[in-house]
């Protein structure tokens, strides 16, 4: 796996969780991600269909299951995470697949995020591409990553340079009519309708 942020390969255990390593990537990401702070950006309504690429241990499928979502769906590339937000989960429906390669149908889902995972995405334009082709007309994609006005430690060293971000939002401008920046505590979010 390599990323478009480094064009080099991604060797942690946080991109694609497996073994006892993912296993414990998978608790760490579950207890010091703040999933919830993307919740208002993301404004699900009730009957919203929802999609979050990389959904990890499962953390915000479960806030979303809170939300009045009509659906609650999911793509991430490890087995290892899928068997661990599926215990949390309920009744999403949780599959295997990429940010390039969600499975889903066109214009399945009124609301779409990525936490922490747009940067180790082997091809920005490719992920953006596919999340718009599954985005309703009207809908919304919220992609987040480290950054924010009060980043932990930890997350500091994982902030995007402004370059990469503006990539991003040139990626986004190009398929969406509507694009803001928001900075969140711990996260870089943008919207996307």
């Known amino acids: 796996m390599t990323s478009w942020v480094t064009g080099g390969p991604v060797n942690s255990p946080f991109a694609s969780p ?9 608790r760490f990401m579950f207890w010091t991600n703040r999933q919830a702070d993307v919740l208002p950006v993301l404004d699900v309504r009730p009957g919203d269909h929802v999609l979050e690429v990389g959904y990890g241990p499962g953390a915000l499928i479960e806030l979303l299951a809170m939300t009045g979502a009509g659906r609650i769906c999911g793509v991430d590339p490890s087995p290892e995470m899928r068997t661990q937000a599926a215990r949390r989960t309920g009744t999403a429906d949780l599959r295997l697949g990429s940010a390039s390669e969600t499975g889903f149908p ?9 936490v922490n995972t747009v940067a180790l995405w082997p091809g920005l334009e490719t992920g953006l591409a596919e999340l718009r ?25 994982l902030r995007l340079p402004e370059d990469k971000l503006a ?3 040139s990626g986004l401008d190009e398929l969406f009519d509507d694009v803001e920046r928001h900075e969140l505590k711990t996260l870089t979010v943008f919207a996307a309708s």
């Open 106 to 114: 066109d214009e399945s889902f009124d609301r779409v995020v990525s």
């Open 18 to 26: 497996s073994g006892l390593l993912g296993r414990l990537a998978g």
């Open 133 to 157: 082709r599954v985005t309703r007309r009207g809908g919304r994609l919220v992609l987040a990553w480290h950054g924010g006005t009060a980043p932990s430690f930890i997350a500091r060293g």
């Open 167 to 169: 990539r991003i939002r």
